[in-house]
């Protein structure tokens, strides 16, 4: 090579690193992309936490807790019977586990055909155009150089003094995910986007679920009014939640763990099999740089970064858990690919008002752009239009008619400005507001596009329709 080891080198190979590697790959640079992590038999795994023990598992999990329950439960008013349903949670296991190998196998498979170098092991940052490499099994670094170097490396569970993790009988998010048997009674510390996840998972198994939530109101960072109808819609479904619940202390006694909080009604105390921890994640800077290499963290210990991930030392950027901004996988897929092709000369950017939020409980919870809550904070009028998914044909038809669809558009020139759904494949659906709000779209676009008959895309037209008081299947006065 030439004096320089690498083009660019990447430390992490989560949804943010490895976007990025590859994406460098693509556009002819030499890269290289660190990764540390190991899977269940220490044995280096690509992917990060998304791949092996977040996003992947855990939506491989609700997808078999979601059938099983509806053989259960529901497909009888199909007039489908069966008898003696049994769940066996150790093949469920074992098929999380291949869906994650496969996923991350292909990476590696990814990064062969691009030729991005795979240095398994722990990446260093030393300063500017410096990285320290310890490969996996060795003690001693040896020094890598190249002209960018970009931090991806992802977050951690974060934890409380009052409940500590022993990976048993008190566990974070990734343990979570890994019982061998479903708990009797569960607690989940965090009513959040992560609580509400695996608490689906593990009351469709069968276990008595209460979340904790130390905050006053429900999902505060969503839609209010449309968190209020998923939360009758969670209880409905088992979970019980309690709000301003905060907890005390949890210790394990026994074969069981007595968890002490504090809510509304005073001093409580119950006993369960299992407690989860979820209250949100931290990055991962602790080891990520040496003490004299001058990066700038903040408070918090994200890394300092401008609009475009760039951190304060020249050729050094960051991207995905690590910086400001959601803990999403796709924001730090999306600000790797930016920064790559800013290094390469083009002038990518990311509009950050634009980043999709999902929940993946069923219904889905699903949300881009403001709520009307800060529209009216910051004093921008705006028309709404809204669809229950009661009167979708298509949602009755498959027996999932709870939620309802949200559209928020600019009271004087139409412009979309935010979508909030709660409803049945709302992943999906947010991505034609995602589509309509890039290009600048007006709700009576949407409402002029055809959809297709029958579709669960309708209650989105009809939302559209219903901005300018004229959705044509809702009963209700013209405007």
Partial sequence: MSDQDYDLIVIGGGPAGYVAALRAAQLGMRTACIDRWRDPERGPSLGGTCLNAGCIPSKALLETSHQYARLRDELAG???????????????????????????????????????????????????????YTPHGRKNPKELSAEHIILAPGSHPATLETAPVDGEYIVDSDGALNFTEVPRRLAIVGAGVIGLELGSVWRRFGAEVLLLEAQSSFLPIADAGLARLALKSYTAQGLGIRLGARVKEARVSGRSVKVHYLDADGEQQERFDRVIVAVGRRPNTGDLYSDDSGLQLDERRFIGVDGHCRTNLPGVWAIGDAVRGPMLAHKGSEEGIMVVERIAGEATAIVYDHIPSVIYTHPEFAWVGPSEEQLKQAGIAYRCGRFPMAANGRALAQGDAVGEIKLLAHAETDRLLAAHLFAPDASELIAQAMLALSMEATAEDLARTLFAHPSLSEAVHEAALDVAGQALHLAKKRR
């Fill in 78 to 132: 199909h007039g489908i019977l069966v008898d003696g349903i049994t769940l066996d949670l150790a093949q469920a296991q074992a098929r999380k586990q291949a869906v994650v190998k496969r996923l991350t196998q292909g990476i590696a498979t990814l990064f062969s055909t691009q030729g991005v170098d795979w240095l398994k092991g722990h990446g260093l940052l030393l300063g500017p155009r410096r990285v320290g």
